[in-house]
Nanobody
Framework: QVQLVESGGGLVQAGGSLRLSCAASYVSFSFAEMGWYRQAPGKERELVAS???????YYADSVKGRFTISRDNAKNTLYLQMNSLKPEDTALYYC???????????WGQGTQVTVSS
């Protein structure tokens, strides 16, 4: 069974940085598209960033220039480097994976990011 385990969340002041990690098990990591979603209280879950197996990336407009997604296929690990954090980045961040052409079908348990002003 596919397992995605996030880590790296925490409390940080505005302007600070955090790096999230997602360790993947039992998935053909090198062939999967990987992504990060987030959900703030009272808001819908939104796609923050994604990285395809071919190296292409996507970023939500709200995080462009501040967040960087990367993947280490040898370690089956996905990262999200978050710089210049803002209070509006506060949310539960989820790692997700999907096979090419499929919907996001695999989810981690989430890691909380809280940015204080």
């Amino acid at each position: 069974q596919v397992q995605l385990v996030e880590s790296g969340g925490g409390l940080v002041q505005a302007g600070g940085s955090l790096r999230l990690s997602c360790a993947a098990s039992y998935v053909s990591f090198s062939f999967a598209e990987m992504g990060w979603y987030r959900q703030a209280p009272g808001k819908e879950r939104e796609l923050v960033a994604s990285a395809s197996s071919g190296g292409s990336t996507y970023y939500a407009d709200s995080v462009k220039g501040r967040f960087t997604i990367s993947r280490d296929n040898a370690k089956n690990t996905l990262y999200l480097q978050m710089n210049s954090l803002k209070p509006e980045d506060t949310a539960l961040y989820y790692c997700t994976a999907r096979r090419p052409g499929m919907t996001w079908g695999y989810w981690g348990q989430g890691t909380q990011v809280t940015v204080s002003s």
